[in-house]
């Protein structure tokens, strides 16, 4: 049995990274807040979760965050309300990041996506697979080349850690808060947490062969905006 979202479905945009792989272009300006085909990564987030039904979305703040909230704002434009949550100097961490915006989250599970990843995954689907036994639901792709190895492993709708035939999580998720129950606040990855309960078989998966890019470089930026901008123009 399925777990449906509801009318209040919120969501968490992991925006707290330095980037700094994308430097110099992230010297001055956050990483989410680079543009390609015309508008900020995020704001794809924003209108895809707006789109979606989702009301509320959380963002967490560290490197440049007084940027985010000034370009994003109260979240209006975008159809959703946007609350803010301050890491302050130096990013938490995924794991960290979260577990700081759990009040802000609320009791219901909750979607968490990567603001460097452009997909067209519809995001609220996470939500919709998550079932009634998990903790979470974990969207992954085929590896890219930057990533041969990958990160979870995929048997029957299940997230497994094999130690081959492993696909990259796509760093799209839905969550419910028991998934953090026990943590500590502080500084913290993700990743032991997601393979704690996956060897618990809390988490179910989806392989998704759908757009995804991970925006991690110049060169991967620039290729995207490219893209984006030619599908923009009609120019094939």
Known sequence: MLSMPGADMRAMILAAGRGERMRPLTDE???????VGGKPLIEYHLQA??????????????????????VLGT?????LTIHYSDEGSEALE???????????????????VSADVWTDYPL???????????????VLVP?????????????????TDAPSDRYTYAN????RPEFFEGCKPGRFPLAP????????????????????????????????DAALTRERSGVS
């Not at 009301?55 to 560290?62: D, M, S």
């Not at 590896?143 to 997230?159: I, Q, T, V, Y």
């Not at 799209?172 to 969550?175: T, Y």
Request: overall charge neutral; hydrophobic content about 40%; aromatic content about 10%.
């Open 143 to 159: 590896n890219p080349e930057f990533h041969p190895r990958g990160d979870f492993g995929l048997s029957e709708g299940r997230a």
């Open 124 to 138: 609220t689907r996470c939500l919709e697979a998550l079932s009634n036994g998990d903790v979470a639901h974990f």
């Open 193 to 224: 947490l997601m393979y704690a309960w996956i060897r618990q078989q809390r988490v179910s998966a989806e392989l998704y062969r759908g757009r995804w890019h991970n925006v991690g470089t110049p060169t991967q930026l620039a290729e995207l």
């Open 49 to 70: 979760l707006a789109s979606g039904g989702v009301r509320e979305v959380v963002i967490n703040l560290a490197w440049k965050g007084e940027q985010l909230r000034e």
């Open 75 to 79: 979240g209006e434009r975008f159809g």
């Open 29 to 35: 300006m956050p990483k989410p807040l680079l543009r």
């Open 94 to 112: 995924t794991g960290g990041g979260i577990v700081q915006a759990l009040p802000l989250l609320g009791s219901d599970p909750f979607i968490v």
């Open 172 to 175: 799209i998720g839905a969550f």
